[in-house]
């Protein structure tokens, strides 16, 4: 019997382009579009169920912020401080982004970004537009180019950017695709990404060869795409240094703005939802002068060729 899933690496290896036509084809067949009716459908009544829930949240979060923020729903800490929000998001948490503590464990690495200076940055699954915005505000000579599937949340990411005068630097698009990703990126980009385990089937470095070349956050979705975050390790150490951090505790005391709220509250307006195994990765592409590792030949000083290996005795 044929193992497709061998027969499908040699295919990429041998013609990644005869490969892609392939797969568009299969996309285009009455079996995959069953398929993913079906996945539309169970992922409709997901959101159904989420958007209850969110609804009963964010009304918690709006009464908060109300009668002990003056209604003032600007970001309090972290790397986007200052930046002015609202009560709209596009299914997330809102009081995190407020009080700043929203994915702080990669704070560094956006304060990071922020200091690189990118010529651009992708944020590939922007939602309302945190990050897209943020980024926009904080970096003013970088292009930020915010992709969503979802038409209502880029009509977000429009008024949160309005809200802070951003115009020039911000370009608000639909869905990122492999090809797009090989028309923008280029060795000053940065992609950050969170797209709920799609970044299992986007981030191909054998399709997408500019990949290489860019530098990248990914939260990962193991528990919807088990074993991405090490598929993707696979796919990028040898271009990339990689780096991955986890969801952690927050104490109150890292976010003064809680001093003026109920403690009763803090465990409320921290939370953000997501499993405590939960994962990022960075990936910062290898320089061009970057030595890579020889463990093979660790013993030979240059230029030194590995002596034979002498012959085992006779038997």
Known sequence: MI????AKKCLINICPTAYMQMRRLYQATPYRRRLIEKDERNAKIERELVDERLGVRLAHEAKIIKEYLNNDWTVRHGPFAGMRYAPITSSSLLSPKVIGSY?????????????HNYQKILNIGCGE??????FALKSEATHVYAYDSNERAREKVATIAKLNG???NLHIRGQCTMDE?????TSGTLILCDIEGGELDLFRPDLVPRLSEADLIIETHDSWRPGVTETLTDRFLPSHGIEIIYHCAKTAK???VLGTIPIKEHAFLLEEGRPRNQRW??????LPEA?????GQWWLPPGEIDPPVPPGPLE
């Open 103 to 115: 994915e702080s464990p990669i704070y560094q690495w956006i304060t990071e970004a922020i200091a």
């Open 166 to 168: 951003i115009t020039d």
């Open 129 to 134: 537009g945190y990050y897209a915005v943020g």
């Open 181 to 185: 990703l090989q028309r923008e990126v």
């Open 281 to 286: 990765m960075r990936l910062l592409a290898n």
């Open 254 to 256: 890292a976010f003064p």
């Open 3 to 6: 193992n497709l899933e061998s």
């Open 291 to 295: 030595i890579d590792p020889q463990p």
